[in-house]
């Protein structure tokens, strides 16, 4: 009992218990006790087992996930009904409403701070390895680097401090150098891994991919304010360039087929780094109509708009149900077509799908409202097939390709690198089967074909706030939001448990 007050007051100091959270008494318990001379006393082994089991948080339809994609012009979730109501949770972060006491964003916060934490025993634990050391550095670099992007702030507790001790609050800025400290630090002594499926051990080439994006948003994460302006400097997407060549020659490439990335045996040349424990099974479940094969709970759908951005001929805009190689009609899942769902739906066998609740033939249609949806509205996006999927995707290459290309636009060059920004473009669109361009890129370019390339695996947020069109009005957003929303409220319970934490500007407590 004494333990568990301990660990209480550890977790209520750095205000990781702003909401409900499932503790894992006996885990938590273990990497939070320092013994005599400094060190831990857990089992290194265990405990980074169960930093990476924690990443499975990243596969949840709400908390980390919605505040990066709900937040976005390429989600919508529509309320059919009563069915998705739930308070509001999922249409404040739509329409950039949410405020301090919003769950998602509360318990994101818990998560994320918590898992970071996590990794501290490992560090410090008696017979801990320089490999088992860098692993966890990365682990600790990854939760951060949500933490800071999230909130433009990072709390700091060691290990060692006592429940009296209020953490120390790093700015966003010293938040990315301390970010990028334990990735460089990491990266010597991480096991060099070539693609495959799963990919679950952190790598060099996972730890060079997140510099690449820790690069990329710099401009970001140290402007002088949350709102902007952000200036990208030449240097640093010079840096950008330079870690997307390490994971190059680390054997990471295009790949060939766009949606076996995605399969659980692949092949893919892309997949860096995997969740252990979470499943895509909630990308299938949330989006599916209750009357597919596997029964769906008929949430969330993509925007018209978004749709538009994908030439006819783009091979990722998706693969009609029947027609996809190895799932022909008659088989389980067969119904399901890949990527976007349109149009009439079908049965495994290949006949009409029905809506049972109207009666009609369940066609999804590219309009979709955000209240008062009818059960067909919306198209669908369905990566993760029911049939093949395995692991989620924390990390793929294509996102570091597209770091590279977009980092050449920004004026950025290295020498490790002596392609055009055009010709690396081009070339990623001729494998997806869609048209070159003839001049540009145009930033606007680079950001559709982000779009088109990483839709729904978490990244949209983060690119509409670097191409500062996070505020921006889209369909059934409304208006442009208030600039102050480039960064989330800090949950309330967590400012009460440290002084050294402060709202941030805009919300109520803010300046």
């Keep these: 009992m004494n333990k568990m007050i301990r660990i209480m007051t550890a977790l209520v100091t750095l205000g990781l218990l702003a909401t409900c959270t499932d503790l894992e008494t006996d885990e938590v318990d273990s990497q939070v006790i320092v013994s005599t001379g400094g060190k831990t006393n857990v089992d290194p082994v265990a405990a980074l087992e169960g930093s990476y089991n924690a990443l499975s948080t990243f596969t949840d339809q709400a908390g980390i996930y919605s505040m990066l994609e709900h937040t976005s012009d390429e989600l919508i979730p ?73 909130w433009g702030v990072l709390p700091d ?144 759908t993509t925007l018209a708009d978004f749709y538009t951005k994908f030439d006819p001929a783009d091979k990722r805009r998706g693969i009609p149900a029947g027609q996809i190689p190895g799932l022909e009609f008659g088989k389980p899942f067969a119904g399901i077509g890949l990527g976007v769902l349109t149009g009439q739906q079908k049965k495994d066998d290949g006949t009409d799908l029905v809506d049972t609740r109207t009666g009609l033939p369940l066609k999804f249609t590219p309009d979709v409202p955000l209240s008062g949806a009818a059960t067909d509205k919306g198209y669908r996006v369905m990566k993760y097939h029911p049939a093949f999927y395995d692991k989620y995707i924390l990390i793929r290459f294509a996102e570091v390709y597209l770091n590279m290309i977009e980092a050449k636009v920004r004026g950025g060059s290295h020498a490790s690198s002596s392609t055009t920004a055009l010709q690396d473009i081009n070339a990623l669109r001729a494998l997806r089967g869609a048209p070159a361009l003839a001049s540009g890129p145009t930033l606007d370019q680079v950001l559709d074909e982000r779009g088109i390339e990483l839709y729904w695996e978490g990244l949209r947020r983060i690119d509409l706030v670097r191409f500062g069109k996070f505020n921006e009005p889209w369909e059934e957003k409304g208006s442009n939001t208030d600039a102050y929303r480039v960064v989330f409220s800090i949950p309330q319970l967590a400012i009460d448990s440290n002084p050294n934490l402060k709202q941030n500007k805009g919300y109520p407590g803010g300046e």
């Design 157 to 300: 507790r060691k290990t060692s401090e006592g429940g009296e001790v209020n953490p120390k609050v790093f700015t966003r800025s010293e938040g990315f150098d301390l970010v990028e400290k334990d990735l460089t630090e990491a990266l010597p002594n991480l096991p060099t891994v070539a693609p495959k499926v799963p990919n679950p051990v952190a790598s060099k080439a996972a730890a060079n991919a997140l510099l690449s994006r820790l690069y990329l948003n710099k401009g970001v994460y140290t402007a002088a304010s949350a709102e902007g302006p952000y200036t990208f400097d030449a240097a640093d997407m010079g840096k950008v360039i330079q870690y997307a060549a390490a994971v190059m020659a680390d054997g990471y490439a295009l790949n060939t087929n766009y949606f076996d990335n995605f399969k659980k045996a692949g092949p893919s040349t892309e997949v860096i780094l995997t969740s252990t424990q979470g499943s895509p099974q909630n990308r299938v479940y949330m989006t599916l109509h209750y009357n597919q094969n596997p029964s769906g709970w008929n949430g969330f």
């Design 78 to 150: 529509p309320t059919r009904g009563v069915d998705w109501s739930d308070n509001g949770v999922w249409r404040s972060l739509y329409t950039h409403t949410w405020d301090p006491s919003h769950s998602y964003i509360n318990n994101a916060w818990n998560g994320l701070n918590e898992n970071a934490y996590n990794t501290q025993s490992i560090m410090e634990a008696a017979g801990v390895t320089p490999q088992q050391t860098a692993e966890a550095k990365f682990l600790r670099a990854f939760n951060r680097y949500y933490i800071i992007d999230f």
